[in-house]
């Protein structure tokens, strides 16, 4: 039986354009059956659903004792800084014996930030320059935008929370294109990332062609707005569980949007005691949320199936008065194993890992098939570092979260032997949206503890 709809049907305005969500009218026969398996090689789930990939990035390692879980396998119990995942303990696989090799100085002396944040996708060493001539290599999420970037609106979206700079010297004669971009498009073109939520929400929809369009309909007006006619024509053919689900996604844009303009009248109005560019919100974890939120859109609509989003730059010495650390993260992160600092960092680490817990959170809720959202993505949350006292390279922390499909077995926790290239799991993670390729940096083969 054919679909009433294709996959990818928009609804369109006189000025924007918006996505929709998988519904029932879109599968043939109605068959929502969450199988197994990854279609070999074509990026979707046995049923036919597409797979999304996502890597959080947060800076500055972490006191790991307090980051490892006790136990392994399905056994497991979640560590201090990892319990806000107990409620999607089932859906998550976390990973240590993980190492990054070239991010280490290999004669370049210091500089263990920039290099930790240039080789965390790529597993390639950065080139040492403060100018122009920055050469690292292609980011994992950008060499699956490659190969299946023309199945969405979007090849990828980038996302971060601090803004960047790609001229200058952020670490010890390094670029600051290596400590503020984790996404390379090529060896020597960073991705920049989309800090404002309204412009990242923008080019989810597509933004209108003029300066007064865009002011009009998408600040006055709600996308919603725009496309209405279009959607009372859609509903019309549309069956009763159908409708239901398209209501509730109204809902979840109307409230995003209602949230960015808050958030827009707050940061014209607030002075935080943090720096917050202009044009963002002056709450963290709002902004962290509200960007977390807009994933969800992106991969919901599937306008796109690969993101990055990185919670601070690299060597990041922002303060979290909200949680009580008025000093500076890379500050901190030099503890000298000093108890009443290693405590500080501990609060951070809490905090970023309750920020990913929510995006997972509403991978989870959001449902897809007869599954979520969540069982056909995989995301991965972790740094560069594991230690950033001793900048450690080796046994970083990482936590990979959904399903990717059914071919990825969660509930557990994996120990690795030394020294397992990370870019071994970024092989495993291409293969399953469907961009599969024979080496990326420094891999050596798939990791096949992912399947359990």
């Keep these: 039986m054919m679909p009433i709809l294709p996959r990818r049907t928009f609804l ?4 924007a354009t918006m996505a929709l969500p998988l519904l029932e009218a879109m599968i043939p026969g109605g068959d929502f059956s969450l199988r197994t398996a990854v279609a070999a090689g074509t990026g979707t789930s046995a049923n036919g659903l597409p797979v999304r990939m996502a890597f959080v990035f947060f800076p500055n390692g972490a006191i790991m004792p307090s980051w490892k879980p006790k136990g392994e396998g399905r056994g497991f119990e979640l560590s201090e800084t990892l319990a806000p995942l107990k409620n999607v303990k089932d859906d998550i696989l976390v990973i240590t014996g993980l190492a990054q090799d070239n991010g280490r100085a290999k004669g370049d002396g210091p500089g263990d930030h920039a290099r930790s944040a240039a080789s965390f996708l790529t597993g390639a060493h950065p080139f040492k320059t403060s100018g122009a001539n920055i050469n690292v290599g292609v980011s994992v999420d950008q060499a699956a935008a490659e190969r299946i970037g ?26 600051c294109a290596y400590s503020n971009n984790i996404s390379w498009k090529s060896a020597t073109t960073p991705m920049a990332k989309e800090i404002n939520p309204r412009h990242a929400f923008d ?21 919603l707005d725009v496309v209405q006619d279009d959607a009372k024509q859609l509903q019309s053919k549309l069956g009763k569980t159908d409708r239901r689900k398209l209501d509730e996604y109204f809902t979840s844009v109307r409230e995003i949007e209602e949230r960015i303009v808050r958030a827009e009248k707050q940061a014209e109005q607030a002075k935080p005691d943090f720096g917050v560019p202009a044009g963002t919100p002056s709450d963290l974890q709002e902004h962290c949320r509200l960007m977390a939120d807009l994933m969800v859109l992106a991969f919901r609509t599937d306008t796109t199936r690969v993101a ?54 509403k991978l989870k809720a959001t449902p897809e098939g007869s599954g979520s959202l969540l069982d056909n993505a995989m995301v991965m949350y972790g740094s560069g570092l594991s ?14 979260a959904g399903k990717a499909g059914g071919s990825i077995a969660t509930g557990r926790h994996v120990k690795l032997g030394k020294e397992v290239p990370m870019n071994n799991l970024f092989l495993s993670m291409l293969d399953r949206v469907g961009a599969r390729i024979d080496s990326i940096g420094d891999s050596t083969g798939r990791l096949k503890e992912l399947e359990g």
Excluded: W
């Excluded at 369109?12 to 000025?15: D, E, L, P, Q, R």
């Excluded at 023309?150 to 980038?158: A, H, V, Y």
């Excluded at 990185?310 to 500050?331: C, T």
């Design 12 to 15: 369109k305005g006189v000025s």
């Design 150 to 175: 023309d199945r969405t609106k979007l090849p990828s979206i980038e996302l971060g929370i601090e803004r960047g700079r790609n001229a200058g010297n952020c670490d010890s004669g390094y670029s």
């Design 203 to 223: 080019r989810l929809f597509g933004a209108p062609r003029t300066p007064e369009q865009a002011k009009r309909d998408l600040y006055r007006k709600s996308i």
């Design 308 to 361: 990055t989003f990185m919670l601070a730059n690299e060597g990041s010495n922002r303060s979290y008065p909200m949680i009580g650390v008025s000093e500076g993260h890379h500050s901190l992160s030099h503890h000298q194993n000093k108890e009443e600092k290693m405590a500080e960092i501990r609060k951070i680490d809490l905090f970023l890992a309750r920020q990913f817990a929510y995006f997972v959170e």
């Design 387 to 400: 230690d950033g006292n001793r900048h450690n390279h080796d046994d970083l922390p990482v936590v990979i």
